[in-house]
């Protein structure tokens, strides 16, 4: 099975800052890539997904793709407390079927 | 639109008894998946259904899983027997076109003791 490697964490940011959370994958061939947050106990929601090379923006979160350096990245602009939770990052593979990484655990203060 | 159904919530049950999760996905979702997702770890897919057909069990460990789903669309997972390693929270997902991802229901979080 193909590898997604996320940073554990967790990362610590105080509110109002950019978080930067980080993902790496290890098959090139992989086409499309999400972003899904997971408060504690609950099941994960999905932020956004990308499929080019570069930024998708989505109100404060902005997605990057570098496709070449096997990179995806989650910005989160204005970090308010309730952004902190869980961020995986999924890797779709051939056949519809999501891998994902172990998460990046956000904790924004206040 | 309805979400995902997942029934029971929480199940507590020694090792060796047998259990069974259930899942209704959302109306019009051809494709559903089973994940686990064991504590601080990332989910990990157990079977993925097309329809009632089967398209990938490669990760399910089919000599104490098995899954099925009846007519497309209900589906139940079942673990027997259970091992203390089952310990997790399974999810159950559906996707009408998974490009755009999956949506996961509540959860049932496993505890095996």
């Known amino acids: 099975q193909k590898e997604v490697e996320q940073n554990s964490g967790p990362l610590s940011v105080p509110e109002g800052a950019i978080a930067s959370l980080n993902c790496t994958y290890s098959d090139r061939g992989s086409q499309s890539f999400f972003w899904y947050r997971q408060y504690s106990g609950k099941s994960p929601e999905l932020i956004m997904f990308?499929?080019?090379?570069g930024d998708k923006e989505d109100g404060r979160f902005t997605a990057q793709l570098n496709k070449a350096s096997q990179y995806v990245s989650l910005l989160i602009r204005d970090s308010q407390p309730s952004d902190s939770a869980t961020y995986l990052c999924a890797v779709m593979e051939y056949g519809n079927k999501l891998v994902f990484g172990a998460g990046t655990i956000l904790r924004v203060k206040s | 639109e309805a979400g995902v159904a997942q029934s029971p919530r929480y199940k507590i049950i020694e090792k060796r008894q047998s259990v069974a999760f259930w899942c209704n996905p959302i109306s019009g979702h051809a494709t559903l998946y089973w994940y686990q997702q064991i504590l601080g770890q990332g989910p990990k897919l157990l079977i993925q259904f097309q329809n009632n057909g089967v398209v990938d069990d490669s990760q399910l460990p089919k000599d104490r899983f098995s899954a099925e789903r009846l007519k497309g669309v209900d589906s139940t997972l079942k673990i027997q027997p259970a091992k203390l390693e089952d310990s997790a929270v399974y999810l159950c997902a559906s996707s009408q076109a998974a490009a755009v991802g999956y949506t996961f229901g509540s959860g049932t979080r496993l505890t095996v003791v």
């Open positions: 990308i499929y080019s090379n």
